[in-house]
């Protein structure tokens, strides 16, 4: 799996609305081929006419936040169970990685695809597929202005945003590629 942390976003990731959340969306702005997994820093500001799921379009919640760090990937071919499973996986991930960094001075919690500290929601995510791609768009508050609802930030964490995109990048990678191996070594039955 290709990963880039674009440390100067392009006019395209100025600000994350949800249309960033389309097939090759990583290989039209950025060159990567095939399976990939970008990450950048942006304020997010969710429309409707681009918000995936359905249960927050028909409430119309609003997904917004004044500075988040973002992480989209992209996979072939196109399988939803697999997407939010690669959505669940990255939260379980980003969820060990802030523990192992702020020991026991916080409570977190993964709910499914979400993660809260000290019941202020820290993340947001979502999974689709497209015609050829499966899809996951997934992002932490860098800051709680903005937003909402009652969140948590890595502000609060004291984490820098940078070096975690690229930490994160690294495990899901390495863990991404993994799964990749454990499917090709098995002989079928």
């Not at 960033?20 to 990567?32: A, I, T």
């Not at 993964?110 to 000290?118: H, S």
């Not at 964490?157 to 495990?171: G, Q, R």
């Amino acid at each position: 799996m290709e990963t880039l942390f674009v440390s100067t976003p392009k006019k395209v990731l100025k600000n994350y609305d949800g249309s960033q959340l389309r097939p090759l969306f990583s290989y039209e702005n950025f060159g990567l081929k095939g399976n990939a997994m970008i990450s950048w820093i942006s304020p997010t500001d969710v429309t409707l006419d681009h918000m995936v799921d359905y249960e927050d379009k028909i409430d119309a919640q609003k997904i917004c936040g004044d500075k988040m760090l973002h992480f989209m990937i992209e996979f072939f071919p196109a399988n939803l169970s697999f997407g939010v499973m690669a959505q669940r996986l990255l939260a379980s991930i980003i969820k060990d990685m802030i523990t192992q960094k702020v020991a026991s001075s916080y409570k977190l919690i993964r709910k499914g695809d979400d993660i809260y500290v000290d019941g202020g929601k820290l993340s947001i995510s979502i999974a689709s597929v497209s015609a050829v791609s499966t899809l996951v768009h997934f992002a932490v508050n860098i800051t709680n202005k903005g937003t909402p609802v009652k969140t948590a930030s890595l502000e609060d964490l004291k984490i820098k945003p940078d070096v975690f995109a690229k930490e994160v990048l690294k495990a899901f990678s390495t863990e991404f590629e993994d799964v990749i191996w454990a499917t090709q070594k098995v002989k079928p039955l």
